[in-house]
DNA sequence: AAGGGGTGCAACCGCTGCGGG
DNA sequence: TCCCGCAGCGGTTGCACCCCT
């Protein structure tokens, strides 16, 4: 691609009454984009057709690319994210505009099925739309699907196995603290990959690894991150969308918890919106899903998992945002059983699943004794609380706790329930009521399964190794750590 | 007719990966 | 090896438009 290259000066001359054009360009001073070149301010905002000339303009003379340098070349003001994104998703030869057709709204929705909010990688495969239109039909889609009370996939969407390639084999590769991305892919891989994350305990293993962290700087890490996915994260605190409208009580802000190394911080790498790692439900994945309930989840409401309408912007109980189908509720509980119970894996589609899943009347709620809510009583009763279910937990629990290798039973109804103690029948529960947040919440919403939570068993078993020492102590000396310093 | 809420699109923001110095 | 800047991505927000009361 060759240009006739252009002078500066020419440029300046070509479009040099470009700020007079918006009259509400100097109230649209950009923040976000710094200033470069010529003194001048960058303009936010809707771009005018002026604007949109003059990028085109030199385009076409420069090619694409180098958009920081487009304020130096001409007089648009505007930064060069900004430039770029106009031409990405309104600018660029060849974009389709206008509705989507329904071959383009299956296929959004079975590569959302397949790969989650990977706009830009569903753009590859939609020629002329942008990953901003296809993430805004998304969007979109859910809130429409979610108000006419339909599933989020629809009958006949066929949700294929992800691509499990060797890059991301939990053994072959090291998790380190800024490969969150890669490590919120694998995370969303074992979505629907959730047999070979139980095939391969590794898995558990190497995000273990991050948990452990976390754990190793405060004892009662999980505990407490726990709460906080419950009373925070869970309820659309960590961000604030158009979808979310609760605001969690008496929990600290994450200024408020301090800087680098504090529990807030390590909890982000689990439950922050942009790096949560979705929904990570053993029962997602149709060999398991529907069937049986193999870990600790965070589940919140009677009627649990519904429609599998969950706005992706708007996380879902616990700060999963489900963007794969999942199936939470089991008639069966416990691993052992579930391990020689499951069959061969089935081949059915798993959307079939979801929506016989749907169909199906909600389980019975089975209350578990001493509970307490939690979520709204704040930190404090919670360490407290879970003190004193440890003094009596192998007492209360012994009955109603799996006691296979950290595998718990997985309770029902209103509650969550997150390991806390060893493995085995000295397990402790802390017990969440929700029903506070589902009031608030949504009435159908889909239950999920976090990922740390779900360490929370490997972790169990592994605290020993590792030194941990998680007595009521040690939640004093956290508690004392949290709120002092 | 007016206004209030809902909706959808466009744009912004923050974060991360990558490459070059 | 580290630092810095750029490009890209995904989440979030702003706002104009539409619809309903």
């Given at each position: ?56 303009d030199?385009?076409?003379r ?10 130096k ?15 990405a ?8 505009k206008?509705?989507?057709s ?13 790969m ?18 296809i993430?805004n039909?998304?969007?979109?889609r ?8 339909l ?26 603290g ?9 995370l ?21 690894e ?19 996915s ?11 969308s ?68 969950v ?28 391990k020689?119970?499951?069959p061969?894996?089935?081949q059915?589609d ?12 909600p ?14 009583t ?13 003094a ?11 006691a ?21 029948n ?17 009435p ?5 399964v976090?990922?740390d ?15 941990i ?17």
């Amino acid at each position: 691609m060759s240009y006739t290259m252009m002078t500066d000066e020419s440029d300046d001359a070509m479009y040099s009454s470009i700020y007079n054009e918006s009259p509400s360009a100097a109230d649209n001073i950009g923040s976000g984009c710094t200033s470069r070149g010529k003194g001048s301010v960058l303009k936010k905002g809707p771009w005018t057709s002026t604007e949109d000339g003059i990028l085109i303009d030199y385009v076409k003379r420069h090619g694409e690319g180098n958009w920081n340098t487009v304020q130096k070349h001409t007089s648009l003001a505007r930064c060069g994210k900004s430039c770029r994104l106009r031409w990405a998703n309104h600018l660029r030869p060849n974009l389709k505009k206008g509705a989507f057709s329904k071959e383009e709204e299956q296929l959004i929705v079975e590569m959302h099925a397949r790969m989650g909010n990977k706009w830009a990688q569903m753009a590859e495969h939609l020629p002329g739309r942008t990953d901003n239109e296809i993430k805004n039909y998304w969007n979109t889609r859910i809130k429409r699907r979610q108000r006419a009370g339909l599933p989020l996939y629809p009958p006949g969407t066929h949700v294929e196995d992800l691509h499990w390639s060797q890059e991301y084999h939990p053994s072959t590769r090291n998790v380190t603290g800024v490969d969150r991305r890669r490590h919120q892919d694998i995370l969303q891989l074992a979505n629907s990959k959730a047999n070979v994350l139980f095939d391969d305990l590794n898995f558990a293993n190497v995000l273990f690894e991050e948990l452990n962290f976390a754990t190793s700087l405060l004892p009662v890490a999980s505990h407490i991150s726990d709460m906080f996915s419950c009373n925070m994260l869970g309820t659309g605190a960590s961000s604030s969308s158009r979808y979310e409208s609760y605001t969690p009580p008496i929990l600290p802000s994450p200024k408020q918890l301090g800087g680098s190394g504090s529990l807030f911080n390590i909890r982000q790498e689990f439950q922050s919106p942009q790096k949560n790692p979705r929904s990570c439900s053993i029962s997602d994945h149709p060999m398991y899903g529907n069937h049986h309930q193999s870990d600790v989840m965070i589940q919140d409401s009677h009627h649990t998992f519904t429609d599998g309408m969950v706005p992706t912007s708007k996380p879902s109980f616990g700060a999963v945002k489900l963007e794969l189908p999942s199936f939470q509720y089991s008639e069966a509980s416990g691993f052992d059983q579930w391990k020689t119970t499951t069959p061969s894996p089935p081949q059915s589609d798993l959307l079939d699943s979801v929506d016989t899943y749907i169909q199906s009347p909600p389980p019975l709620e089975i209350v578990e004794p001493d509970c307490f809510s939690s979520c709204d009583t704040g930190l404090l009763d919670m360490l407290l609380h879970e003190a004193k279910i440890k003094a009596s937990a192998k007492h209360s629990f012994s009955s109603t706790t799996c006691a296979t290798d950290g595998i718990q039973d997985v309770p029902r109804g209103g509650e969550t329930h997150i390991t806390s103690g060893a493995g085995g029948n000295s397990s402790a529960f802390a017990v969440v009521k929700t029903e506070e947040l589902d009031q608030v919440w949504e009435p159908k919403r889909a239950d999920v399964v976090r990922p740390d939570v779900l360490l929370a068993s490997s972790w169990q078993d592994q605290q020993g190794r590792f030194g941990i020492v998680r007595d009521s102590s040690s939640l004093s000396d956290a508690l004392a750590l949290l709120l002092g310093g």
